[in-house]
């Protein structure tokens, strides 16, 4: 009984965190805008077989957002011919890119007006509430099992404080984000992304900086568990981070982003008495440079929860420039969904990395179970290595479609809430390579684990995963996730 507790609780916490959030990250389109679309078209049907021009592009509801910003994400352009069955294509496009710009809470694209070969085309967007101070509330584990069981819920594994994200600043799309955090961590951090900055609307730039300190490590890996030091006097690891990042989107779907960073990390003696592999050479102190290259690829229909489509990421990291620090990784994620019909569709999810040399302190061994890279059924374990690789696949239908009725208010013009409901099964293979494991058994072994659950998709773009997992070593659970798109 104490366990279903648990995971109420941290249900209701999902969810009270995610209605502020969904509320900067509104971008489900209005069940009816496509049909208003589909309508206004077949209208026009008697001239199905006419090439037009497109003569003017009408932009309203745009009260903060630029329309030059719109028109980059427009896939049919003014002056230039198409057929009605072309624009109907384009203009589902084009509706997908506006809704994944995160910008706005519906658009819709339709013919406004016909004369003679000419045409009027109206695009119509709801924009959503841009900025947003927030106070900030998050468990620093891994995940919300590992830390509702391993760690009990403790609320010194939690980072709180106050969290601003301004978002759409300038009406560039813009996003500007500050946090100031105590709790587990210490930190003070800033961000601040432009996504162009030329007028051919084809480079980009942010620029980023973070410091901060903990009075616990995890200094090492032990039957694929990590291995804490907690020291209620002392902080136990400094850091500093400042970076800068250019990027290059010249089409629709693919982004190339190229960055720097500057690290400084310190950790007490106490860590390289316990570890003295956790830094190269027995340092407990490092600074080093890091370089960066990422390309991505996004051809989905709707990023937050793609039924349709491909995605793919490629990264190449350099970590230092000698024996102090020296890293090269190099890391690729794809995922493809094929609908099979209007409700249902399968998932592919595939991921490898490889870091060299193979020799690498233990700082720098992380490979399943951090961040967004994991299997499933083995979320209270992590794998290190130097090589891993992951293979998933699902099988999903619709279950449920529906909406609540909410009063209009400030931060939305809408006047309900979607929810949809899936219902899926999965299966996972994967494999981590380390040259030195030890007792870390789950490492240089194939691994596997399936199991079912439900997909709450609601808030517009607030997604809760929840998942009956079972893993080869014998276990199952319930697992809770947010969203993922690898």
Do not use: C
């Amino acid at each position: 009984m104490l366990g279903l507790y648990k995971y109420l609780f941290a249900i209701v916490i999902v969810f009270s965190g995610a209605y502020v959030n969904a509320q900067s990250q509104l971008g489900q389109p209005a069940e009816d805008s496509s049909a208003t679309t589909a309508r206004l078209v077949k209208d026009a049907q008697p001239y199905s077989n006419t090439i037009f021009t497109v003569r003017n592009i009408f932009i309203t509801g745009n009260k903060k957002t630029r329309e030059s910003i719109i028109l980059r994400e427009l896939v049919f352009k003014k002056d230039e011919q198409y057929t009605l069955q072309d624009l109907t294509n384009k203009f589902e496009l084009s509706k997908s890119l506006l809704m994944n710009t995160a910008l706005f809470h519906d658009a819709i694209i339709s013919l406004k007006e016909f004369e003679g070969s000419e045409i009027d085309v109206l695009v119509a967007v709801t924009e959503r509430w841009y900025i947003f101070p927030l106070p900030y509330l998050k468990p620093v584990d891994r995940n919300l099992n590992q830390w509702l069981f391993e760690q009990h819920a403790r609320l010194d594994r939690t980072n709180y404080g106050f969290k601003i994200n301004y978002n759409n600043i300038t009406g560039r799309n813009d996003k500007l984000k500050t946090t100031f955090m105590t709790g587990y961590t210490k930190q003070a951090s800033f961000s601040y992304e432009r996504p162009f900055i030329d007028k051919k609307m084809r480079f980009g730039l942010k620029v980023s900086a973070s410091t901060g300190k903990t009075r616990e490590v995890n200094y090492s890996t032990l039957n694929n568990k990590q291995q804490f030091l907690n020291d209620n006097d002392n902080y136990l690891y400094h850091f500093t981070r400042a970076g800068f990042e250019l990027s290059y989107r010249k089409a629709i779907r693919t982004k190339h982003r190229f960055g720097f960073n500057f690290i400084s990390e310190k950790v007490n003696d106490t860590i390289l008495t316990l570890n003295p592999s956790y830094y190269p050479n027995e340092r407990n102190e490092i600074a080093y440079p890091e370089f960066y290259y990422i390309m991505q690829y996004f051809n989905l229909d709707y990023n937050p929860y793609p039924t349709k489509g491909y995605a793919t990421e490629f990264s190449l990291y350099k970590k230092g420039l000698n024996q102090q620090i020296n890293l090269w990784q190099l890391a690729l994620k794809a995922s493809g969904y094929w609908p099979l019909n209007n409700k249902t569709f399968i998932n592919l999810r595939s991921f490898a990395a490889i870091k060299l040399p193979f020799k690498q302190p233990f700082s720098n061994q992380q490979m399943l179970g951090y961040s967004d890279v994991f299997m499933q059924g083995y979320e209270y374990y992590v794998i290190d290595g130097v090589a891993g690789v992951y293979i998933k696949a699902s099988f999903t239908k619709e279950l449920l479609r529906f909406n609540i009725g909410i009063p209009q208010n400030k931060l939305t013009d809408n006047k309900r809430i979607p929810f949809r409901i899936y219902g899926k099964v999965f299966g996972n293979t994967g494999y981590v390579h380390h040259p030195d494991a030890k007792e870390n058994v789950l490492s240089n072994r194939l691994l596997s684990s399936a199991g079912f659950g439900i997909d709450i998709v609601t808030f517009y773009d607030f997604v809760l995963k929840l998942e009956w997992s079972f893993n080869q070593l014998g276990q199952n659970g319930l697992f809770l996730h947010r969203r993922t798109t690898f």
